[in-house]
């Protein structure tokens, strides 16, 4: 069952007509048939995102990241969509890739920016601040404890390089 995106959200996208395309496998204009793929391809934009940003936010920061950061919302989105299109033979393009492929690597690179701590959200004003920064957890260290010191040897009493 997915947490945060809703068929609304694709709809923002590319429009009802398009979504109920990719989704409506039996041709019948009613997507209430198709509720289990497309719950299963939102669950799977979310876990797709969740994946990345699990590695700054918990699933509670994660939802209110996604509730105030719109941006991060559409890129959630667009993953969705070209979940969908990949299910359908008649919308992927002759390497397997669907109609938005472009989309869903923009998406996951953003995504990954956010997760290690090399990009911002505006929802994180809300969340809470990402337990990385700069791209790497960052522990408090003294500095008068050197970081390395290679082995001493009979030349070299201190190490090699008196780091």
């Known amino acids: 069952m997915a947490r945060y995106l809703t068929i609304t959200d694709l709809d923002s996208l590319v429009g009802r007509a398009r979504v109920e395309q990719y989704f409506d496998d039996d041709l019948?204009?009613?997507?209430?048939?198709?509720?289990?793929?497309?719950?299963?391809?939102?669950?799977?934009?979310?876990?797709?995102?969740?994946?990345?940003?699990?590695?700054?936010?918990?699933?509670?920061?994660?939802?209110?990241l996604i509730d105030n950061d719109k941006s991060l919302r559409r890129d959630v989105a667009w993953v969705a969509l070209e979940f969908a299109t990949e299910r359908r033979p008649e919308?992927?393009?002759p390497d397997g890739k669907g109609a938005f492929w472009a989309q869903y690597e923009r998406s996951v690179e953003a995504f990954k920016a956010l997760g290690k701590g090399n990009a911002r959200s505006r929802g994180e004003a809300a969340a809470g601040k990402s337990t990385r920064i700069g791209g790497t957890v960052q522990p408090r260290v003294s500095r008068s404890v050197p970081r390395f010191i290679f082995a001493p040897d009979r030349d070299h009493p201190r190490g090699h390089g008196d780091f």
């Open 28 to 64: 019948s204009g009613d997507l209430a048939e198709e509720s289990t793929e497309l719950d299963d391809v939102l669950t799977a934009a979310e876990n797709e995102a969740d994946k990345y940003l699990k590695r700054s936010f918990s699933d509670d920061q994660i939802d209110t």
């Open 91 to 93: 919308f992927c393009q």
